[in-house]
């Protein structure tokens, strides 16, 4: 079992070096990296990764609750209850630890929404390979 900061010391070397094969080493594939290494940690609760899932969720359902609302203490209390109850739900419905998050499938959907975002070779790559070397380092090898 490996902690978060040999994930991402692994991950970005790893995905560095796959950008910089592609010419492609550039902020974006190393942020990709970084996310692709602490990603698959997403799926437990004690972890940095699933901590600011759960702030994006919550932060993104205030966000589009706000549009909805009027733009008074009411509304924007309702916006709040929103975000803090989207937060509560994805909390209670994370998967088990090293369940999905921790398989090549997901890593293929990590892999294809980079794609999706950048149409970046090197950013895919980058992205791709940190996660993969943390299910390496995690000794979690499964296809789902």
């Known amino acids: 079992m490996s902690g978060w900061k040999t994930h991402l010391t692994a991950g970005v070397a790893a995905g560095g070096v796959a950008a910089l094969a592609l010419n492609g080493l550039g902020l974006q594939s190393l942020a990709a990296a970084v996310l692709g290494a602490l990603l698959p940690d997403a799926d437990h609760h004690k972890t940095k990764a699933f901590k600011a899932v759960l702030v994006v ?26 975000g803090l109850a989207a937060a509560a739900i994805a909390a209670w419905l994370k998967p088990a630890h ?31 390979i940190a996660f993969a070397t943390h299910l390496v380092l995690d000794r979690e090898l499964k296809a789902f």
């Not at 359902?61 to 309702?78: C, H, Q, R």
């Not at 998050?101 to 950048?118: E, G, P």
């Open 57 to 82: 969720i919550g932060a993104t359902a205030f966000a589009l609750a706000k549009t909805a609302f009027p733009n008074t203490i009411e509304g924007v209390g309702i916006s709040l209850a929103v």
């Open 98 to 128: 090293r369940g999905v998050t921790h398989s090549l499938a997901f890593c293929a959907a990590f892999a294809l929404a980079l794609w999706l975002l950048t149409h970046s070779p090197s950013t895919v790559a980058s992205g791709g």
